[in-house]
């Protein structure tokens, strides 16, 4: 297929509040360098996705709040590329929106739906199998999802059941199954036809638009009350999004269509969910700290995560093992790292005080 009609969508509209204090409502973890490599998650995701597809043929969908934020760091990407959803309603929405307004650019496109914040180490893979995924998509009735292949039995990932064919690049999806709990993730690990599900999705417009008809019915109808690419887009968004169901693209279309195809990758992943994940993927000193500073002392100290807005400060921790410390204009984070799955309740008991908005 020819690179004009391949089109690329970057979801970015989480407020990543697993991330806080680094990530705020203001500034949420795509925009951050989480990583402390020099380009911020969104801008990773664009390096990646641009080798393979022309930066006009590239969106971003993410809150209208963000919409400025996303200009400042892809400068590349035309202005009308970024598009900014009134209302948050998870993937399924954003995603028909998307393949509406590219469908009206271009009937016979393929795109690729890309989270703006996750890990991959592997690029070369990554662009090998979306090559095949676009290939795959712009030829069959296929919604093409790419699927990791499990290194753990992680509850914190969604899995996809395939149905074995062998010596095959893709296989046909059996099912989606949401987060399990421990003795099921083992058992999806050791049956191996499970594989992660990244939300990374390739699909021709007209089979997603089918897919929507057949499955969404009524959230298309909503939509198709707009025009796209026009002066009216924007105020006829803004009066469906409340009437649009909320609802993610898996459970909305995946689980239930019959033509989704999985290719297994092997592609360094991590969606870094928590602070944890960040540490995993971080470099560290020999004492298993994971701290960009200049300035550190460390005494009976190991296996912490420290970040810093300000990485000019000395830091000296004593007798810390496994903390996640985090320290940023308004807010200062000490807590175990076993404990980041809790930062979600921090955030939410923070807003009880006289302004506490303010910190978040």
Known sequence: MSKSDKYCVIMAGGIGSRFWPMSTQKFPKQFQDILGVGRTMIQQTYDRISK?????????????????LSHQQLPEIPQENIVGEPLMKNTAACNLYMANKIAEIDPNATMVALPADHLILKEDIFLEKIELAFELASKHDYLVTLGITPTRPDTGYGYIQFVDKHNSDYYKVKTFT??????????????????????IFIWNVKSIHHAFETYLPEMTQHFTACEYNAESEKSCIELIYPKVQKISIDNGILEKAKNVYVIPADLGWSDLGTWTSVYENTEKDENGNAAKLKHLLTYNS????IRLKNNSKAVIIDGLENYIIVDTDKALLICPRDHDQLIKDYVLDLKSFKKGDKFI
Do not use: M, Q
């Open 178 to 199: 949401e987060k399990p709990i421990l003795e099921i993730a083992k058992s999806f690990l050791e049956s191996g036809d499970f594989l992660w599900n990244a939300g």
């Open 302 to 305: 190991k296996g912490n995560i």
């Open 52 to 68: 393979l597809i022309p930066k006009e043929n590239i969106f971003v969908i993410t809150n209208k709040e963000y919409i400025e």
